[in-house]
């Protein structure tokens, strides 16, 4: 069952013309005149699909909810009363930006017949502005895939021979991981990015969800926990570390520069970074659009003819449902905080 995130059309604004105006083909006038914003209290929807094959794409009439949901303001059913398709695409970069390396894809979702949001090869922030830069495609294909995630430069991931510092990790070397014992890495990548603002690590203090020393990650990437109250008490579960700012250890921690890497394995694992539980990069060959386009060659090359994964290595919780359930329980215990798995 593939899944992955989206952002409701009712959660964006824009500036210049309509980029989404159309059902059927992305607007001409938009590249390079229109800029959009996501909310500021925007939640990222997590779409559950059945679908015969890998790919995400236009005109695949097989893509339909697996479970009824609202999107948009509107309440649409599984199977053939809700077909999800992406009619067209754009290239994107974060407001004020030129540097090509800072290219994202956004796929504009149909929901049975009408524009309902977007999808990304890359994090997207709410709060943030893109400025819409070209057309890629009316008819786009894409591999399922999840947000990138990323570890900070200096995290110790344990291998087969110890602890071994995150941006020393190299194809090849073979990683501990919760459920497929030592696998090995298939693909290592380094990200530079500006520290503050959406791109602020979040820190977790030593000890807070088991690890040993304190524990910086991006907003997106998911650690494993287990909640010991509310709906999903004992059950293990991906929780999104943005999810998580303010419970007791928790905080965005800037700096002016951040170094991120991914680690990616032929499957999602759950890897343990400074003794934490915490997820691998999801494989898909669209997974890192913002890499170099050598290191994003080379990646696609190791991926091309690779089974990606129909479902992460554990539940995700939608980041929103997450802070929710927090606020309703009001205590860290609800995700295990201070009480490792």
């Known amino acids: 069952m593939p899944s992955f995130g989206a952002w409701q059309l009712s959660d964006l604004s824009w500036t210049g013309p309509n980029p989404f105006s159309s059902n059927a083909t992305g607007n001409s006038s938009s590249p390079g005149n229109t800029t959009f914003t996501i909310g500021p209290t925007a939640d990222l929807r997590i779409v559950n699909l059945n679908d015969n094959d890998a790919n995400f794409e236009d005109g695949d009439g097989s893509q339909e909810l697996a479970a009824p949901m609202t999107f948009n303001g509107v309440s649409y059913g599984s199977g053939a009363a809700g077909e999800v398709e992406t009619e067209y695409s754009y290239i994107i970069r974060p407001s004020g930006s030129t540097n090509p390396a800072d290219n994202i894809t956004i796929y504009v979702l149909e929901f049975e017949g009408d524009v309902a949001g977007i999808a990304s090869s890359e994090r997207l922030f709410a709060g943030q502005s893109y400025d819409i830069v070209a057309i890629e495609s009316n008819d786009p294909v894409v591999a399922y895939s999840a947000m990138a995630v990323c570890f900070a430069a200096g995290t110790k991931v344990a291998t087969k021979n110890g602890p071994v510092a995150v941006e020393k990790l190299r ?76 419970l007791p250890g928790v905080c965005h921690a800037p700096k002016p520069r951040v170094n991120w890497v991914h680690i990616l394995f032929e499957q999602h694992e759950v890897v343990f970074a400074n003794s934490a539980r915490a997820e691998s990069l999801l494989p898909a060959p669209q997974a890192l659009r913002g890499i170099g386009p050598q290191q994003a060659s080379t990646l696609r090359q190791i991926l091309k003819d690779a089974a990606l994964p129909e479902l992460p290595a554990r539940p995700v919780v939608p980041t929103g449902r997450a802070m929710r359930l927090l606020r309703l329980h009001r205590r860290a215990d609800w995700v295990g905080i201070n009480h490792p798995l």
Do not use: C
């Open 171 to 246: 194809e090849g070397m073979r990683v501990q991981t919760l459920d497929n014992g030592y696998r090995p890495v298939a693909w290592a990548g380094r990200w530079l990015v500006n520290g503050r603002g959406a791109n602020a690590p979040i820190r977790f203090a030593p000890g807070v969800i088991g690890n040993e020393t304190a524990l910086h990650v991006s907003g997106q990437h998911r650690v494993l926990l287990r909640p010991h109250d509310g709906p999903l008490a004992g059950e293990e579960i991906l929780v999104a570390a943005k999810a998580l700012i303010g």
